[in-house]
Nanobody, 126 residues
Framework: VQLQASGGGLVQPGGSLRLSCAAS????????VAWFRQLPGQEREGVSA????????VYANAVKGRFTISRDNAKGTIYLQMNALKPEDTAVYYC????????????????????WGQGTLVTVSS
């Protein structure tokens, strides 16, 4: 079981990036998926998630209206489209999955998720 995140980089404020997370060794269709981000010395925070059952999506207030999470089960890949990026979006972004169907209140708890990607760095700076 492996998750491989990619797509990070340096972008100017107002720019866009699309992160990808390729899953291997299991069927992504049967998993709930999420993106988290983390700054050094800070706790990992939930950015967005999709529940496997009803495909409910949730977004952190800080990214609502700017970020879009999606999944392509056929390709086994999770995406995070990030638009109108701000300097405060700078962080290492992680993808995560669980075979469970978490309740709404736990979708942004790191302990909900079993498998994690290695992280990809996003830097928003002029």
């Amino acid at each position: 079981v492996q998750l491989q995140a990619s797509g990070g980089g340096l972008v100017q404020p107002g720019g866009s990036l699309r992160l990808s997370c390729a899953a291997s060794g299991f069927s992504l269709d049967s998993h709930s998926v999420a993106w988290f981000r983390q700054l050094p010395g800070q706790e990992r925070e939930g950015v967005s998630a999709i529940r496997r059952g009803d495909r409910k999506t949730v977004y952190a207030n800080a990214v609502k209206g700017r970020f879009t999470i999606s999944r392509d089960n056929a390709k086994g890949t999770i995406y995070l489209q990030m638009n109108a990026l701000k300097p405060e979006d700078t962080a290492v972004y992680y993808c995560a999955t669980t075979s469970g169907n978490p309740i709404y209140s736990s979708m942004f708890q790191p302990t909900t998720y079993t498998y994690w990607g290695q992280g990809t760095l996003v830097t928003v700076s002029s």
